[in-house]
């Protein structure tokens, strides 16, 4: 075939080329054309045509069926190409007809150059029928059902003329078809986002990342580790493991710190307690220990590790509250209060922090999870001292993206920037959250397509970069998901391609700011709407109900390390993160608060009034003895109030503490009458929740002062009146007494 002849194979697929060489092997037709001869308009033209014929020709042609026969993953590839490399694209291919696959190729065509974000996101699924420049790249044997094979396409890109000609950077749509050979059928189709850089540019793209580390609570309310169903062991141990979650992000934070990454890290504090106890040895209920266990060092590595990079220089420490709590539900949820447990959650956080990692964390900087905030919430954060936010495009009100106002820096660019909240207290600066970046980082953290997910962040934020080529001052901030645990290779490959990219440069929020010389001034949203994973208003009831009956427990002053278990299990029955993986763990917020009360109920169970239920009084003053019981291995501060109709008490209610055991307790009553009558004793919390009560009777002897003074001056006048008259001496002429008288 001379040089120049337009070959077809299969509906919208052509390959134009100088090298014969280049060619697939069988033609639907052939169109010998010397290109010296012929002006370009009409060979686009004879190329559209034989398009057209290829597929009236062809079985595919009349139809197609929507289901793929052959499913295409891509497994591998380079994050960017510059015009000497190879292609070096790994590419699944999977067979999910019922029948085998045999003699089919992959065509692989890439199209112009993607001018916005919009068309970018196009090609991500509608990829186009006519690639300007392909190959094929046939593929020997056969597939059986069900059945994979990968094949790596390794040509150079020069290969591909569009790419050999242009001198534009950017992203590439790059589509890979699965064509039968003989019939041209189309099998199946996959579009990659190929990122092309002929030259270092001279402005980059700033990229404020936030990194946090952050997993749902595994230690009960009890102070206990639950254990996997699977491995039987404490779910931290598999993160810590050398191929865990945990231990791959730490690593790869060094790494890509160590290629010149710059990125904020914002570990949960509540997650950070949990490694701790893990490092310091822990023992279950079944009696499993983590003594000197081999992830007892590996979390003492980690906690290390994490204290030697927060200390080094591009990496920004940012605070959490202490159960990634989403701040408006705790504004809703507790009303007026709401801000008391807001500022809970972040005093608490700082505290862990400190305990765990010997770092301080500046409340001037907190990371709202998810980005999620309101002007209430922000209202509260600014009162307490902070000052930079990150937040999400939900948080802020519509007319903050009018076009003429809200691009960043420049009104055509994308909404995402710096921008600067007033609040009652202060203004607050930071950044609107690029939306889009986070909805590819979303799509990474689900399981699936991992690889051609991250191809697809990258080219995002490529296409920003390409959006405004030549400022110099465009920063855009994203955070990773909360509760994405990547593989250490996945982790790695973001990590470290974020600090070598040439389009990109990394900044810390602290340097994004001071870079960004246009901040937009935005409003937050009054009111932030209901996030559709928050669990029901009967839910929070329940949550403020532990935390009462917990502050009611304070009062008794129990010993700080039981009130702050308990306390803290409160907090993590706040966490959102239940919301986000509600059934996938052992524990759930319900148990938190669940276990909570019971907890507490058990502890106030072992504190009550014994002994008899009748006291009797002999005399109008007199002490009345209540026998107390304290079964619990810790003094407690109790409130006893007495009740009753007939006493006078010189104590009915008073505050005592009461030491472990039994205890005689005296009160000095006076009696008002005599008889029988109830006598109510009661024991309450400082604070004033009932405790136990004991329901007495009172029997009073004492007699009547007048009736006993008539009685005793009646006899006395008796014994007056006859030994008088016995004494008295005998008158004349009285008669003798009778003999029996």
């Known amino acids: 075939m001379p040089p120049g002849t337009f070959r077809g194979w299969g509906p919208g697929l052509i390959k134009t080329s100088r090298d014969a060489g280049k060619m697939p092997g069988e033609l639907a037709y052939a169109l010998p054309v010397t290109p010296a001869r012929l002006p370009l308009p009409l060979l686009a033209l004879m190329g559209i045509l034989s398009t057209m014929w290829g597929g009236l020709l062809s079985p595919a042609g009349a139809s197609q069926d929507p289901v793929d026969a052959v499913e295409l993953r891509v497994r591998a590839m380079p994050v960017w190409h510059e015009p000497d490399d190879r292609l070096d694209i790994e590419v699944e291919v999977i067979n999910r007809s019922t029948d085998p696959v045999r003699n089919f190729r992959l065509v692989v065509g890439v199209e112009d150059r993607v001018t916005s974000r919009t068309a970018l996101h196009e090609s991500f699924t509608e990829p186009s029928d006519f690639q300007p420049s392909s190959f094929p790249q046939d593929i020997h044997g ?30 590439y749509p790059l589509t890979i078809t699965a064509q039968d050979r003989s019939t041209f059928e189309l099998l199946g189709r996959l579009s990659v986002p190929l990122i092309f850089y002929p030259q270092k540019p001279e402005q980059t793209l700033k990229l404020a990342l936030v990194a946090p580390l952050n997993e749902v609570a595994t230690i009960d309310e009890g102070g206990e580790f639950v254990t996997a169903a699977q491995s039987g062991r404490p779910p931290l141990e598999a993160a810590l493991a050398p191929e865990g979650w945990l231990t791959g992000m730490m690593e790869a934070l060094g790494a890509a710190r160590d290629s010149g990454l710059n990125v904020a890290v914002a570990p949960t504090p509540r997650l950070l307690e949990e490694v701790k106890a893990l490092a310091d040895g822990y023992q279950e209920a079944e009696g499993v220990s983590g003594n000197g266990s081999g992830t007892q060092a590996a979390a003492r590595t980690l906690l290390s590790s994490l204290r030697v990079l927060l200390g080094r220089r591009g990496i920004q420490r940012v605070l959490v509250p202490y159960s990634w709590p989403d701040l408006p539900a705790l504004t809703h949820a507790y009303g007026n209060l709401g801000g008391e447990q807001i500022n809970l959650q972040i005093a608490v956080g700082r505290a862990a922090l400190a305990r765990t990692l010997g770092r301080s964390f500046s409340r001037s900087w907190v990371l709202a999870p998810a980005g999620r905030l309101d002007a209430a919430t922000a209202e509260t954060l600014s009162l307490g001292g902070t000052r930079h936010l990150i937040a999400s495009q939900d948080s802020f009100t519509d007319g903050s993206f009018d076009p003429e106002s809200s691009g960043c820096p420049e009104p055509s660019a994308s909404f995402t920037c710096p921008v600067s909240v007033a609040t009652g207290a202060a203004r607050m600066t930071g950044y609107l959250s690029d939306p889009d970046l986070q909805e590819r980082l979303a799509e990474i953290a689900a399981p699936g397509h991992e690889r051609l997910d991250l191809q697809r962040f990258f080219a995002e934020t490529s296409q920003i970069r390409e959006e405004a080529p030549g400022l110099s001052d465009r920063v855009v901030q994203t955070t990773l998901p909360s509760l994405w645990h990547p593989r250490p290779a996945v982790a790695q490959l973001l990590l470290t391609t974020l600090a070598q990219a040439p389009w990109l440069e990394t900044v810390t929020l602290e340097e994004g700011l001071s870079l960004a010389e246009n901040r937009r001034t935005k409003a937050l949203v009054k009111r932030a709407e209901r996030s559709v994973d928050e669990p029901a208003g009967s839910y929070w009831a329940e949550v403020r109900s532990a935390q009462e009956l917990t502050k009611q427990f304070a009062s008794l002053s129990p010993p700080p390390g039981l009130l702050q278990r308990l306390q803290k299990a409160v907090l993590v029955a706040q966490s959102s993160s239940w919301w986000v993986k509600a059934g996938a763990q052992e524990l759930s917020g319900e148990s ?28 109008r003053e007199a002490p009345i003895e209540l026998v107390l019981s304290n079964e619990t291995n810790y003094r407690v501060k109790l409130t006893i109030d007495l009740l009753s109709d007939r006493l006078v008490f010189e104590r009915r209610r008073f505050t ?35 405790i136990a009560d004991k329901r007495l009777t009172v029997r009073s002897t004492e007699l009547n002062v007048i009736a006993v003074g008539i009685t005793v001056g009646a006899l006395l006048f008796l014994i007056v009146f006859y030994t008088v008259r016995a004494l008295r001496p005998k008158r004349e002429g009285e008669p003798a007494a009778a003999a029996n008288s």
Do not use: M
């Open 592 to 619: 938190y608060i669940g276990g909570t009360t019971a907890d507490i109920q058990n502890e106030l169970a072992k504190i009550g009034f014994i002994g008899k239920d009748e006291i009797i009084l002999i005399s």
């Open 142 to 171: 056969s597939l059986a059902p069900n059945q994979s094979r990968t094949v790596r396409i390794g040509a150079r890109a020069e290969e591909l003329d569009l790419l050999e000609e242009s001198s534009d950077s950017g992203v």
């Open 656 to 690: 005592e503490r009461v030491a472990p055991g039994t205890h005689s307790i005296e009160i000095d009553a006076v009696s008002e009458s005599s008889g029988a009558f109830p006598l109510v004793a009661r024991i309450f919390t400082p604070e004033g929740y009932s």
